[in-house]
């Protein structure tokens, strides 16, 4: 009866033993087909940008310390938002200082900024729009309020264009539904008329977390054999991913979700494919708020301040030359 068991013993480690080694073979066969902060890519999608090495990086004033969203003016100016005052800075490239301040509102939880022709449009954590019109104009004070039927419990925080409905999207940190509705595991972008200046109560996008973890475990066991017992830990395996904003690619069409809480990039296509989640190092982004892209595809990337200064930084995309220049 012991030789019994012995064998059984034996038999099931030796079985376990070969797992792991296919496993790890599995995993460096495959570790070329994922960059090392990709936690996920659609073996057809190739990311256009190399996140950890920005062409360039501005070191923001103080007043700008807290920054909490950003959008594309011109080549040589970018409009930023803080999250505590309602104040739109305009901020200069070439200088790298701010070239002007413009007021619009008390202050508050601002999250985001859009820029839509003359007009700019702030996201209030609330799900309250403002539209700045003629925001450039020093000789108007034309400022627009819109509620929506979003709460604080949604935790607004990004913003963007969408050029094929010609409406805004807005990303929801916190719960994904406007009603009462469960929303364990999920995030929800919503879209914003600015015609009829109307939420639509349907969700553009529902970001489904357990199916990303899912994702992101699978691709841990290929990229990396010797991680089996991380794949099997869920209190290692779990991911949290709370948008903090967004941007539509001005080439591809594609959609880039940044989230500050666990510094991920998560990019969908224009289908609402998800095509690759990108984990950012802490040291180039140690608190990614902000996001945006010239008409040329030239990415920016804002990060507040912890114990350093707020940053922006630029990366142009892999058929243009890297510079590796900081500020």
């Known amino acids: 009866m012991d030789f019994m068991n012995t064998f059984k013993v034996r038999m099931q480690l030796f079985k376990n033993v070969i ?15 994922l960059k090392e902060n990709e936690l996920f890519k659609n073996k057809s999608y190739t990311l256009p940008y190399i996140l950890n090495r920005p062409n360039k990086t501005w070191k923001l004033p103080k007043k700008l310390n807290e920054i909490s969203g ?28 701010v070239e002007r301040k413009i007021d619009f509102g008390d202050d508050g939880d601002y999250e985001a900024i859009e820029i839509v022709k003359n007009d700019a449009w702030v996201l209030k954590s609330n ?42 999207l807005i990303a929801c940190k916190g719960h994904p539904f406007v009603d009462d509705k469960s929303g364990k595991n999920q995030k929800a972008i919503y879209q914003y008329d600015i015609k009829t200046n109307l939420l639509d109560l349907d969700p553009f996008l529902v970001i489904r977390l357990d199916f990303i973890k899912d994702l992101k475990n699978y691709n841990t066991i290929t990229k990396w054999g010797v991680e089996l017992l991380a794949y099997l830990d869920d209190a290692k395996g779990d991911l949290t991913f709370q948008p903090s904003a967004i941007a539509i690619h001005p080439v591809t069409g594609d959609i880039y979700i940044l989230a500050s809480v666990g510094n991920l990039l998560m ?29 040329d595809g030239t990415l920016y990337i804002s990060n507040e301040g912890k114990e350093t200064s707020g940053r922006i930084s630029v990366f142009t995309m892999r058929n243009q030359p890297l510079t590796n220049d900081e500020q």
């Open 70 to 97: 950003l959008s594309y003016i011109d080549k040589y100016r970018l409009a930023c938002i803080q999250d505590e005052k309602g104040n739109i800075y305009i901020f200069n490239l070439l200088t790298g200082d």
């Open 267 to 295: 990019i969908y296509s224009s289908e609402k494919e998800l095509q690759c989640i990108v984990q950012l190092e802490a040291k180039i982004h140690p608190q990614p708020e902000g996001i945006c892209f010239s008409p």
């Open 19 to 33: 797992l792991l080694i296919f496993l790890i073979s599995y995993g460096v066969s495959n570790a070329q087909e």
């Open 127 to 168: 799900g309250t729009l403002y539209k700045v019109n003629n925001y450039l104009n020093e000789n108007e004070d034309d400022v627009e309020k819109y509620p929506t039927i979003l709460t604080k419990k949604n935790d607004a925080e990004g913003l963007c264009y969408y050029p094929p409905s010609k409406q805004l």
